[in-house]
């Protein structure tokens, strides 16, 4: 949820952009692009991000006696919805908690509980419904991806994480492509670049080392595919991060939401 300013998420070739009338949510890490596009030193850009507790939802759907999602069996892992007037003032009542400490383990949990009950009667109620349902396509996938985000530097195969699904893998493979916008070895890909971008701008490790340490075993394929993931090698793009945020080659970043 966004308190000020703007942003713009691109997944694959859709973009989602929102700001603090609207809210994004997401039910598994995806591969995104991430810009935020408005703000400034006198209104910076500031959010709030809520991890959603996938029980707690489960069990507010049972209790709530909600019909049961009306979406196809697979959708993106990501939407945009409003935010209305009831969701901010729970909002709003979360972030109050801050000044008061004390009462935060038994207001928290109850504020929270009505978020959920609130983003589950909205648009993107379905949406939500759908990610509760247990064996749903949604929780099938993000337990793949789970796996992936543990052994991203492991070869595997796509049956093998199929079968972690509970899928056929031409059935894993579709859902996969649907919620994420890419493949299996497309999303390892990215995780392993990413981790390997961290890796040399946070910790200074080579190029080589960082390759081998993801899973590469050839540091000019990765070179090659750290480029075309973030536009140029990676000693000049981690140069260049280093030299310091501004410009428009530093206005977009690789990110992935929490989920």
């Known amino acids: 949820m966004i308190a000020q300013g703007a942003k713009r998420v691109v997944l694959g070739d859709e973009v989602y952009d929102y700001d603090s009338q609207h809210v994004l949510i997401t039910s598994v890490d995806l591969p995104t692009i991430v810009q935020v596009t408005k703000a400034s030193p006198d209104e910076p850009y500031l959010s709030l991000l809520l991890q959603l507790d996938r029980r707690a939802l489960s069990q507010l759907l049972v209790e709530s006696r909600l019909p049961a999602p009306r979406i196809?069996?697979?959708?993106?892992?990501?939407a945009i919805g409003e935010a209305t007037l009831p969701l901010l003032?729970?909002?709003?009542?979360?972030?109050?908690?801050?000044?008061?400490?004390?009462?935060?383990?038994?207001?928290?949990?109850?504020?929270?509980?009505?978020i959920l009950y609130r983003l589950l009667m909205s648009g993107q109620g379905a949406h939500l419904r759908h990610l509760a349902v247990a064996g749903s396509q949604s929780q099938q996938i993000a337990r793949a991806i789970g796996?992936?985000?543990?052994?991203?530097?492991?070869?595997?195969?796509?049956?093998?994480?199929?079968?972690?699904?509970?899928?056929?893998?031409?059935?894993?493979?579709?859902?996969?492509r649907t919620v994420t916008s890419m493949s299996p070895l497309q999303y390892q890909k990215w995780l392993r670049l990413n981790e390997a971008r961290?890796?040399?701008?946070?910790?200074r490790l080579d190029v080589t080392r960082a390759a081998f340490q993801v899973g590469y075993e050839s540091p000019s394929q990765f070179s090659r595919e750290y480029s075309r993931s973030f536009g140029a090698p990676p000693l000049r793009d981690i140069a260049g991060l280093r030299a310091g945020a501004g410009g428009e080659a530093r206005g977009a970043i690789i990110s992935a939401p929490i989920d």
């Open 198 to 203: 961290r890796l040399m701008l946070t910790e």
């Open 89 to 114: 003032a729970a909002f709003h009542r979360l972030v109050a908690l801050l000044d008061e400490p004390l009462d935060i383990p038994i207001l928290a949990p109850m504020v929270q509980r009505e």
């Open 72 to 78: 196809p069996p697979s959708t993106r892992g990501m």
């Open 147 to 176: 796996w992936l985000k543990r052994h991203f530097s492991e070869p595997f195969r796509v049956e093998a994480l199929a079968d972690e699904a509970h899928m056929s893998p031409s059935t894993f493979h579709h859902h996969f």
